[in-house]
């Protein structure tokens, strides 16, 4: 199992010197700074409970530079809920002590033992078997499965307790480990990928040598894969992963099936048969079951599912927020740290970074947007991953519709296969609306000012009816050098319908450094006031403003028009 990139979390900047030293030992890693505490960190930081709990519950490894108490105290609440248990490890400050606390089957130790080493120190192991054998038996390196964890834990304490152990069938890894092996031994560990049930006192290790060869089209997959692993005495826990043809890049039964048995998906070029298919990609010896529909290549050792095929490559069109990491939602989060290739306007990818060494970064101007879309279909048809960014909100003014225009202009069967999902994002209206109350809180009317991909009349024509409709009204692209008057000509066309006290809000750089929010009033508002990043909301004839106790003002629209029910 591939680990996420762990974060290292510090509160002050007494620890910023080990977190960097920290950071060498894992390139993806990034370093999470207490807000108004920590200058450079990587990540700023509000809430050092809340942004723990996150990553522990998206499974991020967590290197905290603090007293391990605060940590223990801050995860305790979910450590009772079953669910993610990333490694957890404590540094000292000053670097000189290593401690693992959580996700000792996660690797924690070796974790602690890596650091220890660049820090120059010993780390504090406390795991009574990695101690004596030198390696977690309940871990096993990727290309192995552990049949059954409670039996295991068994027999980690029966081999404390002085029991020995036969191992039969060949692991590398547990050659190498110090185990206490004597042939007569009562305890077995079996490596091997034959299904069956374990003898008394067996701990079964399942090497991932299977690849099963499909087609989507097979009535219920999963379950007619499982019949044909058991049909050929084949332990599932063997499989490694699926592969299909490359025809079949889009195949929902194929995507489902290797979700329900948890297993890679990947694609190879076509051939005349599953068989051939398996018998291509599986470049070891191997022996062969099945039939034509499903088929089972075993090879003799662990296959690495990386190495087969290709995956089918994905396009996510990701919003940002307004800027705040906090108001970027956890899906877009989790796709940044997916993602081989970021593609948008440079201000926007720089904002999504920083990025791994691994992560190719290709920013654009902002008016290409058709070329960028194009682009990321190209890069996600050859298996990447790709994110194009967005600010705010992907759908609102932004890159989805272009790259879905894209998408609709071509004939391109890989373009179309390509997996393509829109993540939503806290746009600019939003997040301006939210820090002035609710100036949006009934009906509301959101238009870009830009004339630039639309004719200007149909813009004067949108605002006198939405004015006259009496709809609140969200500004995107109020104005730019490019486009000195229109603003204001569309006041001049709001005010035909709107009383000039109507309440004006102006949001510049919201969730950004130096965000100002302003309230002022319709008969005020002058275009100078206003820039391209500027949000401008007009209230509706209902809208309201009111003292806030900190000297501000609340601005909202009731809920109810007309007589209040
Ligand atoms: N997709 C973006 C909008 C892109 S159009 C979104 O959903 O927010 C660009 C316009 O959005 C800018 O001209 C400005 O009017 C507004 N905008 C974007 N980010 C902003 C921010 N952080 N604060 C205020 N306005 C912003």
Redo the contacts with the bound molecule.
Sequence with gaps: MALNAPAIVILGNGSLATARKIQQVYPGSLIHGLAERVDGADRVYREFGATLRELYQQDTPIIALCAAGIVIRTLAPLLLEKGAEPPVLVVAEDGSAVVPLLGGLGGVNVLAREIAAHLDVVAAITTSGELRFGTCLLNPPSGYALGDLELGKRFVSDLLAGETVRIEGAAPWLAQAQLPEDPQARLTVHVGHAEREPAANELMIYPRNVLVAVSGDVANLPGSIRAALHQAKIAVQSVACLLAADTELASPGLREAALELGVPLRFAAGAESVRALARRATEQPAAFYGDDEISIAVAEQPLDPLTIGRPRGRLAVI?LG??AAELMVPAVKAELARANDVLGYETYVRMAGPFRADQVMHCTDNREEMQRARHAFELAAQGRSVVVV?????G???MAAAVLEALHESTDANWHNVDLEILP?V???L??AAQAGAPLGHDFCVM?LSDNLKPWSIIEKRLDLAAEADLALA????ISRSRPWQLGRALEIVAQHRLPHTPVVL??????PGQTMRVTTLGQLTPDQVD????VLIGSSTTCVFPRADGGEWVYTPRWYGNKP
């Design positions: 919003g307004p800027g967005s600010s705010g909100d992907p609102v003014f932004a994002g746009s600019a209206s997040a301006t870009s500004f995107y692209n109020p949001g510049r750089d919201i969730g950004r391209m990043r500027t949000m």
